[in-house]
């Protein structure tokens, strides 16, 4: 790929491929009652996590729909990190497996599975463009950790960093324009167009998780402040240009660590995970820092709040079984349903 130029053309296959596969995901649906892919008649979407029978990590989805969970990952590997690409035409995640940590695609529509590209940091999960065209990923191929870009249509990888520091990314803009990353050995967020040009520095604390906000006006990141780890929001403070300057705010500070940011649909609120003296718990956050709320009281750890992409859904891991399972709930922490009952862990939800 030449940059985003080539971008639309992508899109607009991949757009047929969704259209098709709804209509795949309906006949599949009335004539076997389960489909891997998509979503259901405004249903909730399905939700791909990481179980661990007998001690080997790997990838399963989860229908809500059906009920029902279909492991993904081959039994031989050990696996981890899935990320639906946007309408769940594609489940992407981090295999490791023949002496190779390795990019992993499922095709919804096909009903295949692929290997893309190898050498990956197995500490990084893949980050979807907001097309589903690209994942962004670091990789090692080149001697550094640096940030990477492959082209689903081409199957053609490209470097977008250069860098001598392990770079970790945290998200790519809903436009598609940027993505927010940090390098280790320096502080602060940066910022990376997908054309591998105009690098820039966003802030300059001890700063990581960095997501964008569904409208793209925002950043949520946590911020360790030397007594713990807290939420801030960034946004542009002039018409929402990114490259000039921006304006930080807190919006939690509880005693402790706050820890993975999530953003509701309709970007008004964040989720987080806030660990003190006692476990764990689930807290969303108006972006301005008011009206607080504690949404699980569990007296265990609850963990990895994941906000539905539409509606007002959060998918979590919960202890409150004793084994990590994978539950979800209303936005306001209501009608909590638990999804997995195993007698291994169950982490890493997404959907």
């Not at 639309?8 to 309906?26: D, Q, Y």
């Not at 791909?48 to 009920?67: E, I, K, L, Q, R």
């Not at 946004?235 to 930080?248: I, V």
Request: net charge negative; charged share 20%; hydrophobic share 40%.
């Amino acid at each position: 790929m030449a940059g985003m130029n080539q971008s639309g053309s992508t899109f607009s296959k991949l757009a047929s491929r969704l259209t098709a596969l709804s209509a795949a995901a309906l006949l599949s649906v009335a004539a076997v009652g389960c489909f891997v892919g998509g979503w259901f008649g405004g249903g909730l979407p399905q939700i791909a996590y990481v179980s661990s029978p007998g001690g080997a990590a790997g990838v399963w989805v989860h229908d809500p729909a059906a009920a029902d969970s279909v492991r993904m990952s081959g039994r031989n590997a050990i696996a981890g990190h899935p990320r639906w690409s946007p309408g769940q035409a594609f489940l992407a995640w981090v295999s490791a497996e023949a002496d190779d940590i390795r990019l992993m695609l499922y095709d919804a529509l096909a009903g295949d599975t692929t290997m893309l590209v190898g050498d990956l940091d197995p500490e990084q999960p893949p980050v979807w463009s907001p097309d589903g065209a690209h994942i962004a990923y670091v990789s090692d191929a080149d001697g550094d950790y640096d940030i990477y870009m492959i082209d689903l249509e081409t199957r053609t990888p490209t470097r977008l960093t250069f860098s001598a520091e392990r770079e970790r990314i945290g998200d790519w803009s809903p436009d598609g324009r940027w993505l927010v990353f940090t390098e280790s050995g320096r502080d602060g967020l940066l910022l990376r167009n997908p054309d591998g040009v105009n690098r820039i520095s966003l802030t300059d604390g001890a700063d990581s998780a960095a997501v964008w906000s569904p409208k793209g006006d925002r950043i949520a990141f946590l911020r360790d402040t030397g007594d713990g780890r807290d939420v801030y929001v960034l946004r542009p403070t002039d018409s929402g240009d990114w490259t000039r300057d921006t304006e930080e705010l807190a919006v939690s500070g509880m005693l402790g660590d706050e820890f993975s940011p999530s953003w509701s649909a309709d970007g008004r609120r964040i989720a987080f995970v806030h660990r003190g003296a006692e476990p764990s718990e689930i807290y969303s956050v108006l972006v301005d820092g008011k009206d607080q709320k504690q949404l699980t009281h569990n007296r265990v750890d609850d963990l990895s709040p994941v906000w539905a992409s539409t509606g007002d859904m959060i998918v979590f891991v919960s202890y409150a079984y004793g084994n990590a399972e994978i539950l979800y709930m209303n936005g306001d922490g209501a009608d909590q349903l638990r999804i997995t009952a195993n007698d291994h862990p169950d982490t890493s939800p997404d959907w």
